[in-house]
């Protein structure tokens, strides 16, 4: 009985996998309808989708000797004003700070964006359209902060191209710029420290 069911179900099993391939050779012209539709269309995304390459940097607080330039203005200036110890950590803590903070504010981005070559090479003229542009860009340029307690703490910053060239030169160029403003920023506040101070022994 046992050895029955058995030749029976095989039999069945047989006989499904039959008409399976009965419907799928009947349906074949659809198939290769869909099969040729997908390859279609993958080949034209492939023609008119833009390429994107991504370059990506890694940043942390500057070492002493990355700012020792500076570090030599700041010491002749506090030879001057009569302090004759400079915190080098403190000091580039705050360079740092002052580094992150502009290059996060979406009006640093898009001032700097919006003189690039990249971005003026991509004008159409139409302003509405250009401004869209400009706001596409700012999207591809993207900063992550590190993850907490780690033991190197890096932001990651990278920006999205159309080639690898433009996408490394528009970074690199948003990383220099950036850290002319934040010396500018800090050197500013500094200044206008010394310039209280010296007002201050006037006025005694």
Do not use: C
């Amino acid at each position: 009985m046992s050895e029955l069911h058995a030749r029976s179900t095989q039999h069945n099993g047989q006989l499904d996998l039959v008409q399976l391939l009965r419907r799928f050779w009947e349906k074949r012209a659809l198939f290769l309808r869909f099969f040729f539709a997908g390859v279609v269309l993958a080949t034209i995304y492939a023609l008119v989708a833009k390429e994107q390459w991504t370059s990506v940097a890694y940043v942390s607080a500057p070492r002493v000797e990355q700012i020792s330039a500076y570090l030599d203005q700041r010491r002749a200036m506090a030879r001057v004003t009569g302090n004759q110890t400079i915190d080098t950590h403190a000091l580039s803590s705050l360079l740092f700070s002052a580094f992150v903070t502009q290059a996060a504010i979406s009006r640093t981005q898009w001032a700097y964006l919006s003189e690039t070559d990249y971005y003026k090479q991509q004008l159409t003229g139409d302003q509405r359209a250009d401004r869209l542009l400009l706001l596409e860009l700012v999207d591809q340029l993207k900063i992550k902060a590190p993850e907490h307690d780690v033991i190197a703490p890096y932001y990651r910053f990278s920006f999205s191209a159309t080639s690898a060239e433009q996408a490394q030169e528009v970074l690199n160029g948003y990383l220099d710029w950036v850290n002319a403003q934040a010396f500018e920023q800090v050197d500013k506040e500094f200044n206008d420290q010394l310039n209280a101070q010296i007002l201050s022994r006037h006025t005694d």
